[in-house]
């Protein structure tokens, strides 16, 4: 029988922000990648944070207004873009449902959050997708399915409980600066790698597979470069 330590083990860091509707279509569909590899390959997920709009007000923004003056593109684009994207969505399991009030918020926080989490799974040496997916899912969920303002401080913390965290250690730290200067300083460091736009997958600490891709283009990338290197 052959056990898990025989498996090559692949280190998956990802950086998203909760904000970016690619970044969730990126992980289902890296998801069905892991599924594929099962009993070939072991995965270690971390996620990385990323702001596309660092300077958004707490009251957030429009979320229609806000695509259409940040990328230059008409109304009827941006419905035809949120259309397609939902449509992607729906298609891998995940609900858009943007409705007329759904806003773009601040993502500092959130990020706070999640750098929180992985660092409870470093201390641990959680399996493959533990907390900080499970509060990174659930944060996608609250923002783009239900609608819900995830720069909130209560809503934060109600949603790191809803995945098994300690609300109130979460409300501590949003109160106070926790994680504020590992979350900067993880910015600062992607931001010198070339990272640019999100999501970014980055296999093996090297080999890095921007954008919500199809699942055979992970595929591929694993068989050539990691399965074949383990051989």
Known sequence: MTGTMDRPRLSVDIVSD????????????????????????????????????????????????????????????????????????????????????????????????????GALEEAEQASATGVQTDLKLALFRAHFTDNRDVSDHSVLAEIAASVGLDAARAAAILASDDYAEMVRTEEAYWAEQNITGVPAFILGGRMLVPGAQDPEVFIRVIERKVLADAA
């Open 18 to 117: 909760v904000m970016c509707p690619w970044c969730i279509i990126g992980w289902l569909r890296f998801r069905t990648v892991m599924t594929r590899f099962a009993g070939r390959l072991d995965f270690r997920v971390q996620w990385h944070p990323f702001e596309l709009n660092p300077d958004m007000p707490p009251e957030g923004e429009d979320a229609a207004s806000h695509v259409q003056r940040k990328y230059g593109i008409s109304a009827e684009q941006s419905r035809a873009n949120s259309g397609k994207m939902a449509a992607v969505a729906a298609e891998l399991g995940f609900a858009f449902n943007r409705g007329p009030g759904f806003r773009m918020r601040n993502s500092f926080d959130a990020h706070r959050l999640l750098s929180w989490a």
